[in-house]
Nanobody, 129 residues
Framework: QVQLVESGGGLVQAGGSLRLSCAAS????????MGWFRQAPGKEREFVAV????????STADSVKGRFTISRDNTKNTVYLQMNSLKPEDTAVYYC??????????????????????WGQGTQVTVSS
């Protein structure tokens, strides 16, 4: 079992920045591919970013490419999402997720919610215009 706890959300003006953190319990954090998803009101939960087990490879959704960066620190059991140049359309609840599946190639496989085994409770990000 892995428990995930997100933090760092809040209210920010358009153009601002936030850094989300997701702390994982247990000693097997490095065995999981880690992803971030978000869900806006009335919309499906969508993929944002993913990072492989060794932090050697990442992938981000086109909607956030060049603005958001995912990283991880396996010594701290934590994955991060640095969000810059925030826009009102980035407003959503942000979730981190852990996947024990796959061969660590962060391709399209990890954009699907069903690929992930564990989810956090989410943290709200609100971007005002």
């Amino acid at each position: 079992q892995v428990q995930l706890v997100e933090s760092g959300g809040g209210l920010v003006q358009a153009g601002g920045s936030l850094r989300l953190s997701c702390a994982a319990s247990g000693r097997t954090f490095s065995r999981y591919v880690m992803g971030w998803f978000r869900q806006a009101p009335g919309k499906e939960r969508e993929f944002v970013a993913v990072i492989n087990r060794s932090a050697g490879s990442t992938s981000t959704a086109d909607s956030v490419k060049g603005r958001f960066t995912i990283s991880r620190d396996n010594t701290k059991n934590t994955v991060y999402l640095q969000m810059n140049s925030l826009k009102p359309e980035d407003t959503a609840v942000y979730y981190c997720a852990a996947s024990s599946r796959g061969n660590d190639y962060v391709g399209g496989y990890y954009t699907y919610r069903s690929t992930y085994d564990y989810w956090g409770q989410g943290t709200q990000v609100t971007v005002s215009s």
